[in-house]
């Protein structure tokens, strides 16, 4: 399994509209076909240039899945929030490959 993770730093005078926007967006992401799933969490590390932080992470199946995202899907669907908010959002992308994953047992008493 890998994750692709887009951290964003959104403008508070555009947060709301980008709210709205991603909403809509990340499904479009999950409509390729390349995703199994998506997790949007808020990043709650205050930082110094202002704005609210999220990260959205994209769980793919296969390093070919994300390839094929990314040489098929990704500058097309990216177009649109770099064209409504341009100057207003930092993004930057980070790919990770889950080594394992651990869940809690149940303890004998």
Do not use: C
Not at 22 to 33: F, Q, S, Y
Not at 39 to 49: A, F, R
Not at 65 to 80: F, H, I, M, P, V
Request: proline share 2%.
């Amino acid at each position: 399994m890998y994750i692709y993770n887009v951290t964003v730093n959104v403008d508070e005078s555009i947060h709301k509209e980008w709210l709205v926007w991603i909403e809509n967006h990340i499904p479009d992401v999950l409509a390729t076909g390349y995703f199994l799933s998506a997790k949007m969490t808020q990043v709650l590390v205050e930082e110094e240039m202002g704005g609210i932080t999220y990260s959205i992470q994209y769980t793919a199946k296969t390093r070919e899945d994300l390839d094929n995202y990314y040489k098929n899907s990704a500058d097309q669907l990216r177009q649109d929030g770099l064209k409504r908010f341009a100057d207003k959002i930092l993004a930057f992308r980070t790919e990770l490959k889950v080594i394992n994953e651990f869940y809690p047992t149940a303890k004998n008493n």
